[in-house]
């Protein structure tokens, strides 16, 4: 049975950093992808980052270039995001997502990944 479980969500203040970790049991990253997702209240899911198994690639909302990296470490199971200068926009409840199917075109399409963690809630406020 596959498990995605984040952590690293909380409150920081605009321009503030957090690490978001997700760690997965049941599921050998071997293929496809997985990927970070946030939905704000009233709003649908929407893709924040992705990363493919070799790590070489990767890809990233606008929104979220140049303040985002996502990372994974295979040893470990576990896909991070880093988030750096969070603006209150930022503001939503992260999800983690995987599947051994997704393809190129798909990555940034949440109905192209079948495995989901419980997310974490991120919070900008000052």
């Known amino acids: 049975q596959v498990q995605l479980v984040e952590s690293g969500g909380g409150l920081v203040q605009p321009g503030g950093s957090l690490r978001l970790s997700c760690a997965a049991s049941?599921?050998?990253?071997?293929?496809?992808?997985w990927g970070w997702f946030r939905q704000a209240p009233g709003k649908e899911r929407q893709f924040v980052a992705a990363i493919r198994r070799s790590g070489y690639y990767t890809y990233y909302a606008d929104s979220v270039k140049g303040r985002f990296a996502i990372s994974r470490d295979n040893a470990k199971n576990t896909l991070y995001l880093q988030m750096n200068s969070l603006k209150p926009e930022d503001t939503a409840v992260y999800y983690c997502?995987?599947?051994?199917?997704?393809?190129?075109?798909?990555?940034?399409?949440?109905?192209?990944?079948?495995?989901w963690g419980q997310g974490t809630q991120v919070t900008v406020s000052s």
């Open positions: 997502a995987a599947d051994p199917g997704v393809i190129l075109s798909s990555v940034r399409t949440p109905d192209a990944y079948d495995y």
């Open positions: 049941g599921y050998t990253f071997n293929s496809g992808a």
